[in-house]
T-cell receptor, first 114, second 114 residues
Framework: AQTVTQSQPEMSVQEAETVTLSCTYD???????LFWYKQPPSRQMILVIR??????QNATENRFSVNFQKAAKSFSLKISDSQLGDTAMYFC???????????FGQGTRLTINP | GAVVSQHPSWVICKSGTSVKIECRSL??????MFWYRQFPKQSLMLMAT?????????EQGVEKDKFLINHASLTLSTLTVTSAHPEDSSFYIC??????????FGQGTRLTVV
């Protein structure tokens, strides 16, 4: 069974700083997808970024980028120029290709301070 | 991204009554939808996978007779909490996947059983 581990329960940075959230996963699959979701205080889950395992290039979405290390089974999220609105719970998630279910990590609570 | 609408956002019910939560995919067809439960400061716990036109697949430990799931059309799944008790009070979230294997989430429903 696949597992996803987020080793940082909480993080806090100042506005405009860069922050990196870590995520590691365990799988024997070679084809899969990785995701980062954000859950702000409203509790609406929002997709931040998505990575296909077969792609070597790291995904980026504006201020959000990932460092995908397939051999190390690591999938960290970097937030540049952090903003107050980035304050949220961040969940890393795994889904093997052809599967239906997402496997979530425990989450990292990120606070951006003014 | 695709839009998933969940209703109601919050509901208070008396112990022993039943509550229905709706999940709709507004701009895409979803043959599969998912129902999660989230306890405070924890990750999402998958309860069941809802398949259009067939029976839902429940995760181990989830009571099928208490949490009734119906997926009558390609855009609507419902979760009915039957004979609700205070311990059923929680935050319930639905999600649906589009053709690109990305899961989009509803706004969530906060259920309080008094």
């Amino acid at each position: 069974a696949q597992t996803v581990t987020q080793s940082q329960p909480e993080m806090s940075v100042q506005e405009a700083e860069t922050v990196t959230l870590s995520c590691t996963y365990d799988t024997s699959e070679s084809n899969y997808y990785l995701f980062w979701y954000k859950q702000p205080p409203s509790r609406q889950m929002i997709l931040v970024i998505r990575q296909e395992a077969y792609k070597q290039q790291n995904a980026t979405e504006n201020r959000f980028s990932v460092n995908f290390q397939k051999a190390a089974k690591s999938f960290s999220l970097k937030i540049s120029d952090s903003q107050l609105g980035d304050t949220a719970m961040y969940f890393c998630a795994f889904m093997k290709q052809g599967a239906q279910k997402l496997v979530f990590g425990q989450g990292t609570r990120l606070t951006i301070n003014p | 991204g695709a839009v998933v609408s969940q209703h109601p956002s919050w509901v208070i019910c008396k112990s022993g009554t039943s509550v229905k939560i709706e999940c709709r995919s507004l701009d895409f067809q979803a043959t599969t939808m998912f129902w999660y439960r989230q306890f405070p400061k924890q990750s999402l716990m998958l309860m069941a996978t809802s398949n259009e036109g067939s029976k839902a697949t429940y995760e181990q430990g989830v009571e099928k007779d208490k949490f009734l799931i119906n997926h009558a059309s390609l855009t609507l799944s419902t979760l009915t909490v039957t004979s609700a008790h205070p311990e059923d009070s929680s935050f319930y979230i639905c999600s649906a996947r589009d053709n690109a294997a990305v899961a989009f989430f509803g706004q969530g429903t906060r259920l309080t059983v008094v």
